[in-house]
């Protein structure tokens, strides 16, 4: 491993100092671009490779930030690090690791406002919904630090044999890498359980969007982590993510993002079959709209919840339902209150931020440029502009609504994951399924009806991990996370993230 830097100290607390917007862009307007350090084993790694990845804020396109591209060798030097502390962390006590995933989230609770200021500025969306997912960052941890103080396993007995006892013991090492859409939010839903259930780890968020978890190791500093239980590394994915994911030393990936690096990693790791591996991949969730959604007790919700899942975060959630059919007698009036409502309500940088990145915004573009040539019918919205990496405008996007959209189109086909929606009319209710299923993928499915056999009915027949009928994101942390078809492997929530981090054994005990 490297040496360790004084400068990685320097620059996590001037970020620190930096707790409110005017503080932070007055800083921004007045330093050279942040430059962040990888940390293991509690310190600040030094970096001698002359390999960074530029970061940029997306509300202007200015360069925001350097941040390294960890090699290989380092890399290693913190799964070392992990496995190294995991013997002594692994048997602490519940209420030991209960107490240090509690001042964790106490201290992320105390310091809500810096982390929100930063994750808006380094990842695009506005400071409100920072502020939302830094709650949801608090609670990962102090969920899961109560829920390993009252855990169950079974016991079951053989009638005048044997006592049989499941058992749980931590998996070992893991690595835990995040995507940039929801930088601190995802993942700390992965370093939490990981920590609670004994595991120690080597975590990697997106070279996108990396401060949050620069200031997150100052937060395990101030709280005491033993030293290598949890390392951070910055990097890319060909680069870092690959040293991490390939290593032997790893006993477990947790990975959210694309579908095309989910299936890489299944390739990377295949030969590791005792390896565990938690996918949360992509999504194109379907919204159905049925007419009884439409009256006028249930109007207001049904156009509110659409909306929001359809824009919150600028459509950058791997949950947002972007393909939104509606029962044809009501679809003309839906489609003219819903657009009408997401142009009051989601306005350009107010209450939409910016997407997070030059190439993103050049993937919605070309999604766009697509829709004119197919003569979809733009209700809001247009195609935005052409940008240089030199332009510092920022990459702002309009919510835009289509419809005439061709049902083998991509647009309705390949996820987009920016503020774009297609409405498309269906029949009856099998049409309605038919639909919302013919997709790759099956992450998550709205349903917004007041027929409440309905509800179980459609609810039911949807393929896909989470349904939310009559609302969206809402979540119980205890519930499974996760997706089926191309949307990934696995679950993550509760006892199902203990599943995860866990290896169970079962004990046969004779009767004497």
Not at 249 to 275: D, E, M, P
Not at 458 to 480: M, S
Request: aromatic share 8%; net charge negative; proline share 4%.
């Amino acid at each position: 491993m490297g040496s360790t830097s004084d400068a990685g100290a320097s620059a996590v607390d001037a970020l620190w100092a930096c707790n409110t917007l005017d503080k932070a862009t007055s800083f921004l307007e007045s330093s050279s671009p942040i430059v962040l350090h990888s940390y293991i084993s509690g310190s600040y790694l030094a970096n001698t490779a002359d390999a960074y990845v530029d970061t940029f804020n997306p509300k202007t396109g200015k360069l925001l930030g350097k941040v390294p591209n960890t090699q290989p060798d380092d890399v290693e030097a913190a799964i070392r690090a992990a496995k190294d502390a995991f013997p002594a962390w692994s048997k602490t006590s519940r209420a030991e690791r209960s107490q240090y995933l509690r001042r964790i989230s106490e201290l992320i609770q105390a310091n809500r406002e810096l982390f929100a200021v930063w994750e808006s500025l380094d990842q695009g969306k506005t400071l409100e919904r920072a502020r939302i997912e830094i709650d949801r960052a608090v609670s990962n941890f102090a969920y899961f630090s109560t829920y390993i103080m009252h855990e169950q396993n079974a016991a079951r007995m053989i009638d005048g044999v044997a006592l049989t006892y499941e058992h749980r013991s931590p998996a070992g090492v893991f690595g835990l890498i995040s995507p940039w859409n929801m930088p601190l939010y995802l993942l700390t839903w992965k370093i939490a359980p990981c920590l609670a259930f004994g595991c120690t780890a080597v975590a990697k968020p997106s070279e996108i969007t990396s401060i949050s978890a620069f200031l997150l190791c100052s937060v395990f500093q101030q709280a005491k982590l033993p030293s290598g239980v949890m390392n951070m590394v910055f990097g890319d994915g060909p680069t870092t993510g690959a040293a991490l994911v390939s290593s032997p030393l790893i006993s477990g990936i947790s990975f959210t993002g694309g579908t095309a690096t989910g299936i890489a990693i299944r390739r990377a790791t295949a030969h590791q079959i005792g390896k565990h591996i938690s996918l949360e991949l992509g999504g194109k969730n379907p919204t159905l709209v049925f007419a009884d959604a439409l009256s006028p007790s249930t109007r207001e919700r049904t156009i509110r919840v659409a909306a929001s899942a359809a824009f919150e975060n600028q459509g950058e959630i791997c949950l947002c339902g972007s393909r939104i059919y509606v029962e044809e007698r009501v679809y003309e009036e839906f489609v003219s209150e819903f657009s009408s409502f997401v142009q009051k309500t989601y306005v350009m940088r107010k209450t939409v931020g910016a997407v997070a990145s030059l190439q993103h915004y050049n993937k919605i573009k070309g999604y766009l440029e697509l829709a004119t040539r197919e003569n979809a019918t733009f209700n809001l919205g247009g195609v935005p502009a052409g940008l240089s990496a030199e332009a510092n405008e920022g990459y702002w996007i309009e919510p835009t609504v289509l419809t005439d959209v061709k049902l083998d189109s991509a647009l309705l086909r390949d996820e987009i994951f920016g503020p774009v929606v297609t409405i498309v009319p269906f029949k009856d209710e099998a049409e309605a399924v038919q639909l919302a299923n013919a997709s790759e993928y099956g992450l998550a499915a709205v349903v917004l009806t007041a027929d409440g056999g309905r509800m179980r009915r459609v609810g039911e027949q949807l393929e896909a991990g989470l349904v939310w009928v009559n609302c969206w994101l809402v979540r119980e942390l205890g519930t499974p996370f996760g997706g089926m078809k191309n949307s990934g492997t696995g679950r993550e929530g509760g006892e199902y993230s203990r599943e995860v981090f866990t290896v169970a054994r079962t004990l046969h005990i004779a009767n004497v």
